[in-house]
């Protein structure tokens, strides 16, 4: 069955050290998001990207970035990891153009960073 | 600026009653709209959609309202279970000036459900 997998599960991480979250998805889609949930923000999107090498900013992209070589993985990096990026990180992925397309999550990463 | 709103943190009922989960948005741009379910530890997953066009969308238990002119939808649960004890966000998507989207969305606070047995 098709799947989007993220790792690692859970990552415990010092303030300024680089970090990177793994997305992978087995759905052949195009598009593949990265959000941030946090209490009382509800999930924020953090990057997204419509294709191989195509990447865009989300509402809350300052502090973290991204990269599309293939279809299958979208690699969220924390440059210089901050407190404020203690949050549980998911990834998405949907088909396809236009609105009417549902996008199907990964379990999370949770990372903490001291 | 919020442009999906879950005014309820949490909404607690009993096991057998609805529940009623309240969404609004305030871009006028948004043209479908989405619930999503999230249980601890898991990602979220979907639940129920519905489009601009529409006002009312059923799947078993669970029915979307939309009130186009109040920018408002709601999510009906009838009857509550155990089971549906979760969080549940709100999600709208627009069109761009292309005519795309790439479904796009953007997510409402979110509201804890608790359905008690």
């Known amino acids: 069955d098709a799947e989007i997998t993220q790792s690692p599960r859970h990552k415990i991480t010092e303030t300024g050290r680089q970090v990177t979250l793994a997305c992978h998805q087995t759905?052949?889609?195009?598009?593949m998001f990265w959000y941030r949930q946090d209490l009382g923000h509800g999930l924020r999107l953090i990057h997204y990207?419509?294709?191989?090498?195509?990447?865009n900013k989300g509402e809350v992209s300052d502090g973290y970035s991204v990269s599309r070589s293939n279809t299958e993985d979208l690699p969220l990096t924390l440059e210089s990891a901050a407190s404020s990026q203690t949050s549980v990180y998911f990834c998405?992925?949907?088909?396809?153009?236009?609105?009417?397309?549902?996008?199907?999550f990964g379990p999370g990463t949770r990372l903490t960073v001291l | 600026d919020q442009q999906v709103k879950q005014n309820s943190p949490s909404l607690s009922v009993q096991e057998g009653r609805i529940s009623i989960l309240n969404c609004d948005y305030t871009?006028?741009?948004?043209?479908?709209f989405l619930w999503y379910k999230k249980y601890p530890a898991e990602g979220p997953t979907f639940l129920i959609s519905i489009s601009s066009i529409k006002d009312k969308n059923e799947d078993g238990r669970f029915t979307v309202f939309l009130n186009k002119s109040a920018k408002h939808l709601s999510l009906h649960i009838v009857p509550s279970q155990p089971g549906d004890s979760a969080v549940y966000f709100c999600a709208a998507s627009a069109l761009n000036a292309g005519g795309t989207s790439y479904g796009k969305l953007t997510f409402g606070q979110g509201t804890i459900l608790t359905v008690h047995p």
């Open positions: 998405a992925s949907s088909e396809g153009t236009g609105s009417y397309n549902e996008q199907f």
């Open positions: 990207s419509y294709g191989v090498h195509d990447t």
């Open positions: 759905w052949n889609h195009n598009n």
């Open positions: 871009n006028s741009m948004f043209d479908y």
